[in-house]
């Protein structure tokens, strides 16, 4: 059974950066899209970063273009998301996910992490 696993979140101030990671296992990682997904209470969950195969393409939503970076390692079966310029506004629980497709919308996701908390402080 594949399973995708985060890490990397934490509290972190105003302009801060972070670095999420996300390790697949049981998931041919090179024949999977991955992406980011994040949900702020009381909204919806929202892509935020996908990542294609064989990893030649990119998407990022609007609000994160230029301060996010999607990255992924086909050696270590890991994916990154680097944060940088971090805003109140991005604090939100970040998952990890993985599917046969573009990994951009939710209702299509084969596997889902546990999620981690990113919490931006004034």
């Known amino acids: 059974q594949g399973q995708v696993t985060e890490s990397g979140g934490g509290v972190v101030q105003t302009g801060g950066s972070l670095r999420l990671s996300c390790t697949a296992s049981?998931?041919?990682?090179?024949?999977?899209?991955m992406g980011w997904f994040r949900q702020a209470p009381g909204k919806e969950r929202e892509v935020v970063a996908a990542?294609?195969?064989?990893?030649?393409?990119?998407h990022y939503a609007d609000s994160v273009k230029g301060r996010f970076t999607i990255s992924r390692d086909a050696a270590e079966n890991t994916m990154y998301l680097q944060m940088n310029s971090l805003k109140n506004e991005d604090t939100a629980m970040y998952y990890c996910?993985?599917?046969?497709?573009?990994?951009?919308?939710?209702?299509?996701?084969?596997?889902w992490g546990q999620g981690t908390q990113v919490t931006v402080s004034s």
């Open positions: 049981g998931v041919d990682f090179d024949d999977v899209a």
């Open positions: 990542i294609y195969t064989p990893a030649t393409g990119t």
């Open positions: 996910a993985a599917d046969s497709s573009s990994c951009t919308v939710s209702s299509t996701v084969d596997y």
